[in-house]
């Protein structure tokens, strides 16, 4: 481990720190050494992955660290820099303190999975889903671009934002340190300290206040809904955080696209400060960069991100006839669509017009506010034509969604209201990305996978977390002595909801396991003669893991986890990522159920040569119907797994 540790920061400092320290040198900013590190960082990131992306379309990815090297070089011989000591009077103990603290609280939804646990591998929450797709996809960058998709085989990944994937697998690629071990554990440590640090400082120099910028921490490292208070009035279930239906940012690495975007977005958001007292053109060059590939880190944050840098350019156009905001949006445009377009066919088909979709479902699930008898009293209002009725009831529950969702951030509309006449270009920005992430969700869902355009409203509630951290600072100053009072009871209202998600992540059982029968029968195929073409073939998904008591075997769940601990590509699986990502998942699930049920030995077996299967993966008591003894041949067997291979 120390030695992993070792190789981490030896590429964190190179190929991350050094080329962003290199750029941060031209844009000529007088920045405090703190700000000039964690700006560093988080450009490095920006660069190497932007980097990496074009060198491998051109075939050219051999001369990413090569390039990466020189540019050290030209660091310290052109412009004569050199590493300097922080001294540690200059240090401030308690920012440094809650900073840790806050990055410690929000690894321990990470932190546990991927370890050993009963011979096998466990993994708590959502990451025997998600973070299963994720480390498959880092294992398939590490080795190919354009990267095929190793849960839909013969099919390149497509209509996916995959540049923290690819971050991941360029460390991958030269430290050869544990995929699992790099996404449950160096990155979210690495990318919530620089997260926290680039917050806390952000926030501090944009109000010039260090409460602010410890507050700001507060609200998106610890903070949660208001969800723990719905039980108070008979409803609600146990799910608390997501009552409302958005995750909190305190929780972002269980979506890692979406917490290295809040990095990015952070980052755009400090430059920002600058570019509205001096507008040059290294830091022109800089933003465009930043906002033009945040789409590709998530494109949801993109989209919030360009949109609201538009808003901002027609703006001061028309305010101040200065055209250079108008000019940044539109270049970020340009290198977002340049990076985006060509492998992202689907567009904008995938959203569709459906208003208050997630008001409604909010109001009346189970595992939401469960509020039933409301909505029944709207579908009674509605079927006698009393309009008026129902939009008081709609009004009512938007309140409940935006004041839910934010829960004490809800201060920060207080605080826009008052601020609105003397509101800054930053100030500006965000607003406008929180009134888009607000608007988005409430009148689009996302075809397939309707839930998803609620992602827009994430950086609602984080872009809230600045202005409710001014405004609770303000009011705080009001209350005198009894400010620490104040305090203990904003506490109060934000740790309920993070402590009881926390509670999952940490329990003794986790939610899903890959077991030693399936550990070994997965190391076996791994081991076998690696080729890009065979494909492996598992029995069609059933639903029904929901029902199971944790933990849940990962051989019920619908997810990636065979292509990963393979190595090698499967004919179907995640029939989830497929939807979203637009396949033809339909037909590649008929052909397996028609392959399992079929009794024709010929036709199975015409059905295995023409999609390259060379290994059948079966669990349990999975087995097909034809006579295949002589052109499928059993190489592995245990209690739990059988592995079969196709002859030619």
Same mark, same amino acid.
């Given at each position: 481990?120390? =030695? ?6 030896? *590429? ?94 929000? #690894? ?91 917050? *806390? ?24 809904? *208001? ?6 009035? $008979? ?36 430059? +920002? ?20 590939? @945040? ?6 944050? $993109? ?14 156009? =028309? ?5 250079? /905001? @108008?000019?940044?949006?539109?270049? $970020? @445009? ?6 985006? +377009?060509?492998? #992202? ?54 309140? =409940? *969604? ?7 951030? &809800? ?8 601020? =609105?006449?003397? &509101? ?5 920005? +965000? ?44 009011? @705080? ?86 292509? /990963? ?84």
């Amino acid at each position: 481990m120390i =030695i992993n540790i070792l190789k981490f920061f030896f *590429f964190i400092f190179f190929f991350c720190f050094v080329p962003g320290r290199l750029v941060v040198s031209f844009l000529k900013i007088n920045f405090s050494k703190p700000e000039r590190m964690f700006i560093s960082l988080a450009l490095g990131i920006v660069i190497l992955t932007t980097l990496s992306f074009f060198l491998a379309w051109v075939g050219l990815r051999f001369l990413l660290f090569p390039l990466l090297i020189l540019a050290g070089f030209y660091l310290v011989l052109a412009k004569k820099w050199r590493p300097k000591i922080v001294w540690r009077k200059k240090i401030d103990w308690l920012v440094v303190l809650i900073i840790v603290l806050a990055t410690i609280f929000q #690894n321990l939804v990470m932190i546990k999975s991927g370890l050993d646990y009963q011979g096998g591998i466990a993994f708590w929450g959502v990451h025997g889903h998600d973070g299963l797709w994720h480390l498959t996809l880092i294992q398939e960058l590490a080795e190919n671009f354009p990267a095929q998709n190793p849960a839909f085989a013969g099919e390149t990944v497509k209509n996916y934002h995959y540049f923290f994937d690819l971050f991941g697998a360029e460390i991958y690629r030269l430290t050869r340190i544990s995929i699992i071990d790099l996404y449950f554990r160096f990155l979210p440590l690495f990318l919530t300290l620089t997260l926290n640090s680039l917050i *806390f400082l952000f926030a501090k120099r944009w109000s010039n206040k260090k409460e602010v910028g410890l507050l700001a921490i507060f609200l998106t490292s610890f903070a949660s809904s *208001f969800g723990f208070l719905l039980p108070f009035f $008979g409803i609600g279930s146990s799910t608390w955080e997501t009552a409302f239906w958005a995750m909190q940012p305190a929780f972002s690495f269980q979506n890692p696209p979406f917490a290295i975007s809040l990095l990015i977005l952070t980052l755009g958001m400090y430059l +920002l400060l600058f570019f509205q007292k001096k507008q040059t053109k290294w830091l022109f060059l800089v933003l465009t960069l930043v906002f033009g590939v @945040l789409v590709e880190f998530k494109v949801y944050g $993109g989209i919030l991100s360009l949109f609201s840098l538009g808003v901002m350019g027609v703006f001061y156009v =028309i305010k101040d006839k200065n055209f250079k /905001f @108008l000019k940044l949006s539109l270049a $970020g @445009l340009a290198l977002a669509a340049l990076l985006y +377009l060509p492998q #992202n066919t689907a567009g904008f088909g995938f959203v569709q017009w459906q208003p208050f979709w997630f008001i409604r479902t909010m109001i009346q699930a189970p595992d939401r506010v469960n509020w039933v008898a409301l909505e029944l009293r709207r579908q009674t209002y509605l079927a006698v034509g009393d309009w008026l009725t129902v939009l008081v009831i709609d009004f009512v529950s938007l309140i =409940i *969604f935006l004041v839910g969702n934010l829960g004490v951030r &809800i201060l920060a509309i207080v605080w826009l209201v008052k601020r =609105i006449r003397k &509101i800054s270009l930053v100030e500006l920005f +965000l607003g406008c990305i929180f009134l888009t992430g607000l608007v988005l969700p409430l009148f689009f869902v996302q075809k397939f996978v309707v839930w998803n355009t609620i992602q827009f409203f994430y950086y609602s509630i984080f872009v809230a977390s600045f202005f409710a951290a001014w405004g609770i600072s303000n009011l @705080l100053a009001k209350f005198g002595k009894l400010k620490f009072l104040a305090l203990f009871l904003l506490v109060l209202l934000s740790l309920p909801g993070s402590l009881k998600t926390i509670s999952w992540y940490v329990s003794a059982v986790p939610t899903a396991i890959l077991d030693k029968s399936e550990k070994s029968a997965l190391e076996f195929l791994r081991n076998l003669p690696p080729s890009e073409e065979d494909t492996v073939l598992l029995y069609p998904y059933t639903a029904g893991a929901e029902k199971l008591l944790p933990p849940v075997p990962l051989s019920c769940y619908n997810t990636a986890y065979v292509s /990963f601990f393979s190595g090698k590509r499967v004919f179907m699986e995640d029939i989830d990522r497929a939807l979203i990502q637009g396949y033809d998942f339909e037909e590649r699930f008929r052909q397996e159920k028609e392959f399992f049920n079929e009794k024709n030995s010929q036709v199975a077996y015409q059905f295995l040569n023409e999609n390259n299967i060379r290994y059948i993966y079966l669990v349990d008591s999975q087995i097909w119907q034809a006579d295949l003894k002589n052109k499928a041949e059993e190489i592995f067997k245990n209690e739990r797994v059988r592995i079969f291979e196709v002859k030619s």
